[in-house]
Structure formats: C-alpha cells, structure tokens
C-alpha cells in the first residue's frame, strides 16, 4: 500500500470517528437538555403546584397542560368553598349576635326557661373541677424541711372571693405538704439587701404545683373527676356566649383560657421548654358553642385587639370572630390573669362576672409586689411578661416604671425602695435602672388558699 494511500485511509477512519463523537454529543447535549426540563418541572413543584408556574408551560406537553389546568380549577373552588363555609359560619354567630343585643332580656328569659347552660357559671364549674384534678394529682415534697401541712378542702374551693365556690365538687383534697419558705419569694426578685428580706405580699402564701410535685401518671385516681370534666367540656359546647355583657365575657373567656391549657396539660404532659409550650398552646383547643377554639386564638382574636388590627391587616375570619366572641373594648389587666402554668406566669384564679373588674385589679397589685424587685446594684427587676405588654401600659420603659410605681399600695416596701432608687440614681435615665427578669418557661400553678 501506498505512503499517500495509508493517509487518506486514516483520515477517513478520523472523520467517521469526528462524526460518530459529534452525533454522541448532540445525543447527550438532548439527554441533558431533557433531565434539565424535570429539574426546573421539580423545583417548581416544591414550591408550589406546577401550574402556578407559567414559565412550564412550554416544557409541558398540551394534553398535561390542560389537565392541570382543570386540577386548578377543581382546587381553587374547593378552597373558596372552604373560605365561604367558614365565612357563613362565622357571619351567622355575628348576626345572632346582634340580634341578641337588641333583645337581651327576653333572650336571658328564654335561656331560663329552656334550661340552657348558663356560660359563666359553666366556665367557674370547670375551673373549679381541673383544680380539684390538680390538686388530687399533686403530692407530698419528701423530707421538706419547716413543711406545713395545708388543710384540707373540697376539691372546687378555690375562686377570686376568698376562694371558696357556691358549686362544690364532692371529693376531698389530699393533705399536701409545702415548704413555706420556697414561697417567700415565687418568682426570684429578692436579692440579699441589706439583710433584710422584703414582704413579697399575698403571694408568700400561694400554694404551688410543680412538676416535682405533679404526678400525672396517678389520674386514674381521679376518675369520678374526669367523668365530671367530661361533661363540662360537651356542655361547653353548646353554650352562647354571644348575649353576654362585657363583664361576663371578660371573666367567661379569661376561665376558658386558662381551662383550656390546664385540660391540655392533662392529656398531652408537662412541656420542657418554651418552644414545646407555645406548640402546647396551639394543641389548647375546645369547644365553645360549636366553635373549636384554641388557647391562643383566644387571646388575641377574642382577650386582646392585635396591633395589626390598627393597620386594617386583620384577617376577615378573625375580624368576625372578634365581632361574635370579643370584648367590646381591650381590658389590659387580662395579663395578670392569663395563666400560662409557667414559672413566670401569675397565679391562676377563677373569675366570676359580677366583680370581674376587681378581680384584675387585686390580681394586677399581688402579681406587681411579688414579680418587681430591687436588685443589689440598685436597679428595678421588671418580668418579661410586662416587657411584652408593656404598650398596654405606657410608651417605653421610663413611663412604664412611673406606671408600675403608681399602681404599687402606698403601704408596701416595694415603693418605697423604688423611690429611693429613682431619688439616688437622678443623673441616669430611667430606662438604664431597668433590669428584665427573663420568662421561665417551667412548669408551675401558683393557687390562692
């Protein structure tokens, strides 16, 4: 063979190799092009239907186009049927709402008559029987030292008059032994002042659950109680708080509250951080007047106006709620009464309509003596509770003081050492003597005896 034969030869071979790379490269570049289309079809889809994503529209065939389309159609209807139910459901309790305003008093007549429950009567009933619940699962703190043995009570003697209840639930409490120095200060404010230890007011005398103390796994013993509870619970739901007053609502929901994490604690277990106890919030729920609700919506749909609500962002779902179930007006004392079971909450009592507004107020004064104190260095130890509502108040944290000051009895210690801190510390802004008391998230119940 030929020198020029052999090179044309190879370059042939050489061309049929360029050309069969070539077609394997156009092959893969469609491969690609191909894995590339599904990876944007995938991402889209986790962020949302693939639908709603126009820029696919191109990489889908035209039959899957109109499925999907269709599948779109199906699901907004079914959503704004869902929206519309609720909607309905929601305007219907606000209707009956004001149809009851206007005939208060044959509507109260009615309600007599038939029978009905009466809702604050209900709500002091299944405070009054959680408590008693409690107060059975609670048990003796072994080898306590200066224990005293607290005598005994029917199970619901604890309400906001002096504690003790009109309705009583047949059933003794077991006898509890209590340390009464742990409660010489309950929320850990006192510091060593001078040797002396300051009066913390009528909370050095509540007597205090905890998780120590608790023994959940003992509710079996309390079984003729969770029958009971049982039944308060199913009479709640046909309850119509919509004809109450605006104190009767205010002490109504405030019980319901607190009620409903108390049963929450019961049935899901003690929380161990904060996280866990906000999710317990949401879990909170029961059932008023057909309505679920949960102890969170309570608060700030029904207890408290939300910020967002000044700025017209309030959902409309929220907004009829509010106009069925809410207070006509904010109460801010609610801070002192909304019990969380936490270490940092304040003490859980159960509040009657006819002097529901006195209730707050004591409730507001105790809570100020035992949760504000005076720190070695001088400085005014304010809870975190007052810090997240402190708008409730006053504007920032020097007007929240001078508040704080105002409320406090003439007679107590607390406000004079808070005057002789603010008269010896006159070149320093207010705000700089604060010191925040952070929010303890561990369980507790402190109760009045």
């Known amino acids: 063979m030929k020198f020029e034969d052999f090179l044309m030869q190879t370059s042939d071979s050489e061309k049929q190799r360029r ?14 092009d191909e894995e590339l289309k599904l990876s944007k079809i995938l991402q889209c889809a986790l962020q949302g ?10 990489l889908l065939p035209s039959q899957v186009q109109v499925l999907l389309a269709e599948l779109a159609m199906v699901e907004e209807e079914i ?49 009054n029987c959680l408590i008693g619940i409690f107060f059975k699962l609670n048990q003796a703190s072994p080898g306590s030292k200066g224990s005293a043995i607290a005598s005994r009570h029917h199970i619901s003697c604890i309400n906001s008059k002096g504690f003790m209840s009109r309705t009583s639930f047949n059933c003794k409490a077991p006898e509890f032994s ?23 007011g009528p909370y050095k005398n ?25 039944v308060l619970m199913q009479k709640l739901c046909n309850v119509d708080p919509t004809s109450l007053t605006h104190k009767q609502k205010l002490a109504f929901w405030i019980n319901i509250y607190n009620a409903c994490i108390m049963h929450a604690f019961l049935q899901h277990g003690l929380p161990s951080t904060q996280e866990k106890l906000l999710a317990l919030m949401n879990k909170a729920a029961t059932n008023v007047g057909g309505i679920v ?14 910020s967002d ?64 104190g005076i720190t070695s260095k001088k400085k005014i130890l304010v809870p975190k509770l007052l810090q997240w509502h402190m708008k409730d108040f006053a504007d ?10 105002s409320q406090l009895p003439p007679s107590g210690s607390l406000k004079r050492l808070i005057m002789e801190c603010l008269i010896g510390e006159t070149k320093s802004p207010l705000a700089k003597m604060v010191e925040i008391q952070p929010y303890d998230s561990e369980f507790r119940y402190l109760l009045p005896l």
Not at 19 to 32: R, T
Not at 49 to 58: A, D, E, G, R, T
Not at 206 to 222: A, H, V
Not at 396 to 405: G, M, R
Request: net charge negative; aromatic share 8%; glycine share 4%.
């Open 178 to 200: 209590f340390d009464k120095t742990s409660n010489i200060d309950p929320y850990g404010i006192l510091p060593d002042f001078d040797g002396l230890i300051r009066d913390v």
């Open 49 to 58: 239907p693939v639908q709603s994503c126009p820029c696919l529209s191109k």
């Open 309 to 372: 609500s000044k700025q017209g962002l309030i959902d409309e779902n929220e907004m009829l709620l509010r106009h069925a179930y809410g207070l006509g007006y904010p109460e801010p004392n609610v801070t002192f009464a909304l019990c969380r079971g936490s270490w940092s909450s304040p003490a859980l009592r159960v509040y009657t309509p006819d002097d529901v507004v006195n209730e707050l107020g004591k409730a507001k004064v105790e809570y100020l003596e035992a949760a504000v």
């Open 79 to 127: 959503i704004w049927l869902e929206r519309k139910v609720d909607k309905l459901k929601l305007k219907e309790i606000a209707e009956t709402s004001t149809r009851t305003r206007r005939s208060r008093n044959h509507e109260c007549s009615d309600v007599i008559k038939n029978g009905m429950e009466k809702p604050n009567e209900l709500s002091e009933e299944l405070m």
């Open 19 to 32: 050309v069969d790379l070539e077609e394997e490269v156009e092959k893969l570049q469609e491969d690609l």
């Open 396 to 405: 920032d944290l020097e007007s929240l003081l001078e508040w704080i000051y």
């Open 206 to 230: 509540f007597f205090q659950i905890t998780r120590s103390s608790l023994n959940i796994s003992q509710i079996s013993e309390c079984i003729k109680a969770m029958g009971k509870l049982r």
């Open 293 to 306: 609700l949960n102890a969170l919506a309570i608060e700030h749909f029904i207890l408290r106006h939300p």
